[in-house]
């Protein structure tokens, strides 16, 4: 649903079965690169494999259970990285299953 669409997603993947790998094939309109590990990497071995695959300038790291709130937040992701930003850093929200929300401390950030 972003409205930038210049991306890739890669996943790397530590379960034991095959469960990913089928959500996966189940995407296939989108640029999906995905490599199961021959055995689980763990934290944050599993993260440092998915950018060694990597292909692009800038890489946005996100888990299992995260997602973009907006349908804009890859494109401000972009923007920013197009204004020679060093870094960058978002807040996140904690969604819990009773719907309540809770907004982290840190602020939006972009570094020069």
Known sequence: MQTFKDFEIVITDDSPDDSVKQVVDSFSELPITYFKNDKPLGTPANWNKGISLARGEWIKI???????????????????????????????ITVFESGEEK??????LWKD
Request: cysteine-free; aromatic content about 18%; charged content about 25%.
């Open 62 to 92: 996100m888990h299992d259970d995260d997602w973009f709130r907006t349908s804009e937040s890859l494109q401000l992701f972009a923007q920013k990285t197009n204004e020679n930003k060093a870094f960058i850093f978002s807040q996140y």
């Open 103 to 108: 907004k982290s401390n840190f602020p939006l």
